[in-house]
Structure formats: structure tokens, C-alpha cells
């Protein structure tokens, strides 16, 4: 027996667009600003070592950058760079390590790993990166994916057996 169809609320099926568009893109395209050893020079950072000044953001992001992850999003290079300082000045330590990177036409993608010390615990991230960039080669577009929950509260006692039991609920 079939059942009936239930009506979809469609509001709660509309979602932000997967890919932004920052600005039209001039015909021909121009070549971003930066290339893969500046990518991968901005996502390296070993433990005890300062992360990027503000003087490079500024380089390769735009004044308009969109920025988005598991935890936040952020409208303007000012209040990224607040967000990236934020999390540096949060945490005891980091460090960021890329993997593979990709640069096609007007996006980037930056596979990465990121470790954080906090009051004596570490916590590490595997995540991703897709950068776009505008009409002049800058990013303007930043959006990070990763796994918050798990390499958060996973080694928290309580948290971490609810969190492993909700993953295998709903994964497994």
C-alpha cells in the first residue's frame, strides 16, 4: 500500500547556494593572484610558529571575502582576519598543515590538517578547503569543511561515548 505524500515545508529545504559568485568574471577570466606555493606557504603553520600577518591576508584576500565553516561566517576581510587572530589568541598552540592542492580556473581547493592545543589537550581537524576568486585573482570566497563534533567532544568521557553512539546511529 502506498502511502500518501506529505507535504514539504519548502523553507526547510532551501539551503545556501553550494557555490557563491563573488563577482562577474571578465571575459577572458584573469589568472588569480596567487598560485599554489603562496596556497600552500598561507596553510602552513608548524606549532610555535606566528600565523600569517594581517599585511598577507590582505595580499590574496578581498576586501568583500566570504567566509564560512562548521562554527561561523564572516562578511569582509576585517572580520575574517578578526576570526583567524580569534583563533590563534583561543588556543595554547596551533598548527596547519596542507596536502594536496588544486587550482582551476577562477577556484582552489586545499586539502589540510589542523592541530590545536588547548589547556594541554589536542584536538585535530582533517578538513578542506574551496577557495573562489573575483574578476582581479583574489579570493573572495573562503569556505572550510570539516568534522567539528567528532575531534571536539570525542575524547571528552561522557561526550565522546553519546557522540560515537549518535555517529553510528545516523552514519553507520
Known amino acids: 500500500m502506498a502511502l500518501p505524500c506529505c507535504p514539504i515545508q519548502t523553507s526547510l529545504l532551501q539551503r545556501p547556494p553550494l557555490r557563491r559568485e ?3 568574471e571578465p571575459d577572458p577570466p584573469i589568472a ?4 599554489t606555493a603562496q596556497l600552500r606557504a598561507l596553510f602552513s603553520k608548524p606549532y610555535g610558529a606566528p600565523g600569517p600577518s594581517q599585511a598577507q591576508w590582505r595580499e590574496l584576500y578581498a576586501e568583500d571575502v566570504h567566509f564560512s565553516d562548521p562554527t561561523q561566517e564572516r562578511e569582509g576581510i ?6 583567524q587572530e580569534g583563533l590563534l589568541k583561543r588556543c595554547d598552540d596551533t598548527y596547519l598543515t596542507p596536502g594536496a592542492i588544486a587550482i582551476e580556473g577562477s577556484s582552489a581547493f586545499v586539502e589540510w590538517e589542523m592541530g590545536l592545543r588547548i589547556k594541554g589537550i589536542e584536538f585535530v581537524y582533517p578538513g578542506t578547503t574551496r577557495l573562489l576568486f573575483n574578476g582581479e585573482g583574489r579570493i573572495c570566497d573562503h569556505r572550510d569543511y570539516f568534522d567539528f563534533v ?3 567532544f570525542g575524547p571528552v568521557p561522557l561526550l565522546g561515548g553519546f557522540v560515537r553512539w549518535l555517529y553510528g546511529r545516523f552514519v553507520g
Open 22 to 24: 563573488c563577482h562577474p
Open 32 to 35: 588569480p593572484v596567487v598560485d
Open 78 to 83: 576585517a572580520a575574517y582576519i578578526a576570526a
Open 150 to 152: 567528532g575531534p571536539t
